[in-house]
């Protein structure tokens, strides 16, 4: 192991982080090529959106970073370093939860969508181990963003989740899919995206503070409407979505 160690650190190419893949900048434009290209051909490719993310995410990346170090609650969490997955999560209390807290509402959410934390991808071409937390935190707390904006996982609520991102964070990955995902929505469909759900969430995104500056996993026995007050996102339209 030690050999293999050496190795690497001859070749200049130095792990980081467990799982990290050193690559060079003409790999990375070659890589955010052709995720893009998959991405948008499939938005459910979840390994095409997440290389996407690290490829393009340079300049976003570090500028999140530096909301999270210069707030309170984010700056603990760059310390503490949480995680959201099954192991990490007691279901049994998040479920026993009053109906309208944040616990249990996601639990209701992951349940309903049969989604799981788990499923997230772990980050493998960001070359720096504190921007590889942030985009992973990015994305463990991404299925709260749909908890707490009430979008489901079709393809309507991935999009309007993904404008309320896409003002939040700036990643071109989310720019990306908020600009390309409406294509294979229905006109009626189009119609409330365009005239009720995208402009809603755009106000929200600007409105709100960092969504990196919450520290879920002590929250959530807020009740949802209240954490939407206290971050700036103001309440979902009744639209059916």
Known sequence: EEEEQEKEEEEGCYRLYPGHIPTS??????????????????????DMVAVLGETTGCLALPNLRDKMKHHPEGYRILQERPRIRLSTLDMARLRGLP???????YVRFLEDNKVSPDTRMPPKFVDDEELAYVIQ??????????????????????????WFEAIQTGLPMCVLGAAFGPI???????QVLATELVPWAIRSGRNASCILNVYYEQRWEQPVESLREEIGIFPPPAVRV
């Not at 900048?25 to 459910?44: E, I, N, R, V």
């Open 25 to 46: 900048p003409l790999q990375k434009a070659l890589l955010a090529a052709g995720s893009a290209f998959m991405a948008l051909y499939d938005p459910y490719r979840h």
């Open 99 to 105: 109906d309208g807290t944040l616990g249990r509402e």
């Open 137 to 162: 935190r990015y994305r463990e707390v991404h299925d709260l963003m749909h908890t707490l904006l009430g979008m489901p996982t079709n393809m309507l609520g991935e999009v309007v989740v993904k």
């Open 184 to 190: 294979r929505l229905s006109a009626r469909k189009l």
